[in-house]
């Protein structure tokens, strides 16, 4: 096939896979019936929006409420612990998950099992199979619903919000770091193995090399959506920036909730600046 009839091939690929997103949104739309009528509220909720809104300019620096207990803490150093309280539970689930889908991602890859010999090509399609299914079946169920799961097993403990936040997160990281792995380029794990490398260095220091800059960077963007899923928790109890999110909303003390707000958009922002950082000083 000449390069313009692959070409032409791709473009048409991709038109009918554009194609069918745009069907399939559209029979969403139908099925869903939604309106955009929908989208704009009555009388008295344009006024809560609008009350909402506008506090996001001013967030506040004090508690709203004048009844505050004394020998509480002042806002800010509450909206401080509360935060480092969310990257604890964040940094538990993600640093697990990064050990149990490390593990699995060796496991699902077939950069690892295709040069395979002797009894081994018999033992891998099975451990490949077997590993996959693990996989989808852990992250096939969302964090959320592991937490119902935990918490009424386990009680409101903050070992159960890890476990939550870290099953479907470890399967996350399995399929994607094997991906990664099965698509880095195998020149150096080649030369490796004309060299006598065992499999297993070759995989290591061959492989695995190639596809770190990129598996940091997505181990990043996931500790980031670990920072959400932990304040998410919190309304279900946990005692993360959600679970004040949550309490000052119900008591319509907005600028309260743009605060603890401001401070996951300055967390997320800060992970993002510092995982940019780190892909910076690995590729150098």
Same mark, same amino acid.
């Given at each position: 096939m000449s390069a313009a009839a692959a070409t032409l091939r791709r473009l048409g690929t991709r038109r009918l896979v554009l194609l069918l997103i745009?069907? /399939?949104? +559209?029979? /969403?739309?139908?099925?869903?019936?939604?309106?955009?009528?929908?989208?704009?509220? !009555?009388?008295?909720g344009l006024r809560l929006t609008g009350r909402f809104l506008s506090a996001a300019l001013t967030p506040a620096l004090t =508690?709203? #409420?004048?009844?505050?207990?004394?020998? $509480?803490?002042?806002?800010p150093v509450k909206v401080g612990a509360e935060t480092a309280t969310t990257v604890a539970f964040a940094a538990a689930a993600t640093s697990l998950a990064l050990v149990i889908g490390g593990v699995l991602a060796f496991l699902a890859s077939q950069g690892w099992w #295709?040069?395979?010999t002797g009894g081994r090509r018999v033992v891998a399609?099975?451990? =490949?199979? &077997? $590993?996959? $299914?693990?996989?989808?079946l *852990?992250? *096939?169920?969302?964090?959320?619903?592991?937490?119902?799961?935990?918490?009424?097993?386990?009680?409101?403990?903050? &070992?159960a919000a890890v476990i939550a936040i870290a099953i479907p997160y470890s399967g996350v990281f399995a399929k994607v770091f094997s991906e990664m792995l099965d698509e880095a380029p195998?020149? $150096? /794990?080649a030369a490796l193995r004309d060299a006598g490398a065992s499999p297993l260095r070759a995989f290591v220091f061959g492989l695995v090399p190639r596809a770190l800059p990129d598996m940091t960077s997505y181990a990043f963007y996931r500790f980031e959506c670990a920072?959400? #899923? /932990?304040?998410?928790?919190?309304?279900?109890?946990?005692?993360?920036?959600?679970? =004040?999110?949550?309490? #000052?909303?119900?008591n319509a003390r907005y600028?309260?909730?743009?605060? =603890? +707000?401001?401070?996951?958009?300055?967390?997320?922002?800060?992970? !993002?600046?510092? *995982?940019?950082?780190?892909?910076r000083g690995m590729l150098a």
């Open positions: 745009v069907v /399939a949104g +559209l029979w /969403a739309a139908v099925e869903l019936r939604l309106r955009p009528g929908g989208l704009v509220p !009555d009388a008295g =508690y709203e #409420s004048p009844f505050v207990p004394e020998g $509480t803490a002042p806002l #295709s040069d395979r399609p099975a451990v =490949y199979a &077997l $590993t996959r $299914t693990v996989i989808a *852990s992250r *096939s169920v969302h964090e959320l619903l592991w937490a119902v799961l935990f918490l009424a097993a386990m009680g409101l403990t903050p &070992l195998r020149d $150096t /794990a920072l959400r #899923s /932990a304040a998410v928790l919190g309304f279900f109890g946990i005692p993360t920036l959600g679970l =004040y999110v949550q309490l #000052s909303f119900a600028h309260e909730v743009w605060t =603890y +707000l401001c401070a996951m958009f300055l967390l997320v922002a800060a992970v !993002d600046w510092w *995982s940019g950082r780190v892909r």
